[in-house]
Structures are given as structure tokens and as C-alpha cells.
């Protein structure tokens, strides 16, 4: 199976609702979990991370949490807003078919906030 | 600090020609990795450096990719002969000094083979 899975790969919210992205991990020893967005046209930028530390973190209207016994990690977007629709990406930590260990993305959930 | 860099942003050309794309990435980063971006199959890891060292080229897809980093603060991803379905968004991404943490994106080169 995939070392880092994401659902849904695409999610329809009204503007002011919220909305939510899951992923899933498959090693217990992954500790740090980024959120990217990609814009049309755009590169993937960060826009909130998360350390195994932790089970909660905010910034303004975006969230993270974690859950590592269940190992699943999900975005909370808060009041969403029509700039909010874009393609976002979560990944961890997990070994290639090669054996190194590096950043591993999902396959992205197009998020579209209809006005 | 500039970010990440890549060039050309744009490449046309034909099918059987040779394509270089080139990228610099953020100074002191020791990881730079490249990216293959597709509606089919999204983010796709082709190879990444670790003090201009490859060390996994797993993603690589045959023999028609190949990569380097001469030093630094210079990488190249050169297609030969290049093919259609080579047509892509590519990416270059560097971080500080572990390739699980954060990775820091250019603008990207979106390549079209005719």
C-alpha cells in the first residue's frame, strides 16, 4: 500500500463552510507532517506542519491535527473563502522502494470553495 | 534569500530532442530532490541529492532521465531523446538538512514535447 494516503481527492464546500482532509501514515516512527498548497499555475507551498509532539496546531483559519495511534493526520479549514480552492497536499516521512527515508507526498485533494 | 530556482520556465520542443532543465536551490541546503507533477499521476519523486550526492533514483523512469549536481548550488535533469508523454510539470525542491523535512518548491519548468 501507499506510504502516505489522502482523502478525499476532491471536496466541494460553500463559502463559510468548513472543510477537512485526511491522510494517513503507515510508519510509527514518522514525527513531522507538512500541509502544502498548490495554487493553479503555482508551485506547492507550505502552509502549516505538525511534529509528533503535538496533537493540535493552529494558524488563524487553518488547523492540523494528529493522531498517532491511529496514525491519520487531517486539515481543518475554517470559514472557507473562494481563495481557499486549490490542490493541497499532505506528506510524511516513509522509506522509497529504494530504502532511503524522505518526505513522501499524497496524491492531493482539489479543494473548490463555490461562492 | 531568492528561493528556489529553475529555468526555463516554459519548454516547447520535439519529440527526440535533448532537454535540460537547470535549478538552484536555496544556499545551505543540503537536499535538493526533483520533482515530475501530472493530472494522472500527481507528485512524482524522481531523484534527490544529498550534498550533491545522489542518493535515490528510484524514481527515475528509464534511462532516458538522468540528473546531476556538480556542486551545491547547481542541479540539471536533462531528458534524451525526449518523448510526448515526458509532458509535465517539473519541479526542483531543496531542504536545510534532512530530506524529511520541510521542502521548499520552485516555480517549476512545465514542459510540453510535441
Known amino acids: 500500500g501507499e506510504n502516505v494516503e489522502q482523502h478525499p481527492s476532491t471536496l466541494s464546500v460553500q463559502e463559510g463552510d468548513s472543510a477537512v482532509i485526511k491522510c494517513t501514515y503507515s510508519d510509527s516512527a514518522s514525527n513531522y507532517f507538512p500541509w502544502y498548497k498548490q495554487e493553479l499555475g503555482k508551485r506547492p507551498q507550505l502552509i502549516i506542519d505538525i511534529r509528533s509532539n503535538v496533537g493540535e496546531k493552529k494558524d488563524q483559519r487553518i488547523a492540523v491535527t494528529l493522531n498517532k495511534t491511529a496514525k491519520h493526520f487531517s486539515l481543518h479549514i475554517t470559514e472557507t473563502q473562494p481563495e481557499d480552492s486549490a490542490v493541497y497536499f499532505c506528506a510524511g516521512p516513509a522509506y522509497s522502494g529504494a530504502g532511503s527515508y524522505q518526505l513522501t507526498f499524497g496524491k492531493g485533494t482539489k479543494l473548490s470553495v463555490i461562492p | 534569500d531568492a528561493g528556489v530556482i529553475q529555468s526555463p520556465r516554459h519548454e516547447v520542443t520535439e519529440m527526440g530532442q535533448e532537454v535540460t532543465l537547470r535549478c538552484k536551490p536555496i544556499s545551505g541546503h543540503d537536499y535538493l530532490f526533483w520533482y515530475r507533477q501530472t493530472m494522472m499521476r500527481g507528485l512524482e519523486l524522481l531523484i534527490y541529492?544529498?550534498?550533491?550526492?545522489?542518493?535515490?533514483d528510484s524514481g527515475m523512469p528509464e534511462d532516458r532521465f538522468s540528473a546531476k549536481m556538480p556542486n551545491a548550488s547547481f542541479s540539471t535533469l536533462k531528458i534524451q531523446p525526449s518523448e510526448p508523454r515526458d509532458s509535465a510539470v517539473y519541479f526542483c525542491?531543496?531542504?536545510?538538512?534532512?530530506?524529511?523535512?520541510?521542502?521548499?518548491f520552485g516555480p517549476g519548468t512545465r514542459l510540453l514535447v510535441l
Open positions: 525542491a531543496s531542504s536545510l538538512v534532512d530530506p524529511t523535512e520541510t521542502q521548499y
Open positions: 541529492f544529498n550534498n550533491n550526492v545522489p542518493i535515490d
